[in-house]
């Protein structure tokens, strides 16, 4: 099983990236997918997320700015941010998970940094 993140980088504040998780090896349409993050010195938190079934779920801080998506065909889970802040800085993981069985996986990460 593989996710593998992409799109993360350095931007200004008031910039867009859109971060994507592939995903291989899993039936990707009975996962829940969250996107986490984990700034230096924090811990990990979740910053959004969505079900096998698309509803999605998102961090207070990050309600309005950021959306949650995924393309079952693709097995490819999206996280589009916009109006970044310096705070948004952190490693940004994908997580897949299938509760009803058990399984949990984790991508590499990819950092985000936001400059002010």
């Known amino acids: 099983v593989q996710l593998v993140e992409s799109g993360g980088g350095l931007v200004q504040a008031g910039d867009s990236l859109r971060l994507s998780c592939a995903a291989s090896r899993i039936t990707f349409g009975n996962y829940d997918m969250g996107w986490y993050r984990q700034a230096p010195g924090k811990q990990r938190e979740l910053v959004a997320s969505i079900t096998s079934g698309g509803s999605t779920n998102y961090e207070d801080s990050v309600k309005g700015r950021f959306t949650i998506s995924r393309d079952n065909a693709k097995s490819t889970v999206y996280l589009q941010m916009n109006s970044l802040k310096p705070e948004d800085t952190a490693v940004y993981y994908c997580?897949?998970?299938?509760?009803?069985?058990?399984?949990?996986?984790w991508g590499q990460g990819t950092q985000v940094t936001v400059s002010s």
């Open positions: 997580n897949a998970v299938w509760s009803r069985v058990g399984l949990n996986y």
